[in-house]
């Protein structure tokens, strides 16, 4: 699995949109981005995924560069409770097969009141 | 969307006993299960692949005969820790795959605190 690089730590206001980079610049063709997230004490959520195409879902958006060494995950409008480590995850995903996933350090998001 | 149940959430125990965590697929099945550890302030690490049917796969510097993990059905892995020391707490998570679904997400249980005395 290509490695991600995040920022350690960010700042978003209430209310704002909250855009978490993550580089993974030796990613493969074949390799997806996953991004999860976790609060604290509790286990890992599944936000989106995308392989080249940018992806919109109720959680949030994730643009991927046209050469796809990096991405940005989008939250619309953070709220309090989007408060906690965000992980960006390359993997390589061969249809059928179950795959686990390497976390990184991930970003963690702090949203302000 | 699917859901992982984990049990307990929390357990306190004394040193030199065993504790059993319990992971199961309450709308799917899953062939494969996985197991983390995190410690505070640090990432998940893999610590196990649990294949139903067949033995875990253990990452390298697990001891597969301190974390026993048994996989009997396609909806319940469990991971025992045995003769828990206090260097064992942690908190433990599981994820599990849906086997009918395309494989691209795999959900978490909400995690066990191990507090060992």
């Known amino acids: 699995d290509a490695k991600t690089t995040q920022p350690t730590s960010m700042d978003c206001a209430e209310g704002r949109a909250a855009n978490l980079p993550c580089n993974h610049s030796?990613?493969?063709?074949?390799?997806?981005v996953y991004w999860y997230r976790q609060i604290h004490s509790q286990g890992p959520q599944y936000i989106i995924h995308?392989?080249?195409n940018n992806e919109t879902n109720e959680m949030a958006s994730l643009i991927i560069t046209e050469d796809r060494k990096s991405s940005t995950l989008i939250l619309p409008h953070a709220t309090l409770r989007d408060t906690a480590v965000y992980y960006c995850?390359?993997?390589?995903?061969?249809?059928?097969?179950?795959?686990?996933?390497?976390f990184g350090s991930g970003t963690q998001l702090t949203v302000l009141p | 969307g699917a859901v992982v149940s984990q049990h307990p959430s929390w357990v306190i125990c004394k040193s030199g006993t065993s504790v059993k965590i319990e992971c199961r697929s309450l709308?799917?099945?899953?062939?494969?299960m996985f197991w983390y550890r995190q410690f505070p302030k640090q990432s998940l690490m893999l610590m196990a692949t649990?294949?139903?049917?067949?033995?875990?796969?253990?990452e390298q510097g697990v001891e597969k005969d301190k974390f026993l993990i048994n996989h009997a059905s396609l909806t319940l892995s469990t991971l025992t820790v045995t003769s828990a020391h206090p260097e064992d707490s942690s908190f433990y998570i599981c994820?599990?795959?849906?086997?009918?679904?395309?494989?691209?997400?795999?959900?978490f249980g909400s995690g066990t605190q191990l507090s060992v005395l």
């Open positions: 649990s294949n139903e049917g067949s033995k875990a796969t253990y």
């Open positions: 995850i390359a993997v390589l995903l061969p249809s059928g097969s179950a795959r686990q996933l390497t």
């Open positions: 995308g392989l080249k």
């Open positions: 030796t990613i493969s063709g074949n390799e997806y």
């Open positions: 709308d799917f099945q899953a062939t494969t």
């Open positions: 994820s599990a795959r849906d086997a009918g679904g395309s494989g691209e997400k795999l959900f």
